[in-house]
């Protein structure tokens, strides 16, 4: 399952997530059997070569909807920032989903 989420810096250890319109970077995490087995980072969410099925983003109110037209689940970190949070989360079903 490939994962995209927006992030504030390039240096994964200290990025946090961040708004869609304000990301620096995009993070795409595959995640396999329970572990992260691809991580990759573009300044473009388009540029990755594999299609990412799942969007986390910081909160409710984001514009999600290309995304959504994408055929992407998008799911909510409210209180998950780094990417290893995230991906923990993701993994114990700790992500909501969006509240349209």
């Known amino acids: 399952m490939y994962i995209l989420v927006p992030m ?7 990025a946090h997530i961040t708004a869609i319109n304000e ?3 995009w993070v795409q995490l595959l995640v396999e059997e329970g572990r992260v087995v691809e991580t990759n980072t573009n300044q473009d969410k388009d540029a ?7 969007l986390v983003v910081k909160d409710d109110n984001e514009y999600v909807w290309p995304f959504i037209e ?5 799911l909510v970190a409210h209180i ?20 349209y």
């Open 48 to 54: 990755f070569e594999n299609q990412s099925q799942i």
């Open 80 to 99: 998950q920032r780094s990417v290893d949070d995230i991906v923990e989360a993701y993994l114990f079903r700790e992500l909501n989903e969006l509240r």
């Open 23 to 25: 990301a620096t970077v």
């Open 8 to 14: 504030d810096d390039n240096d994964l250890e200290e």
């Open 70 to 74: 994408l055929g992407m689940m998008v």
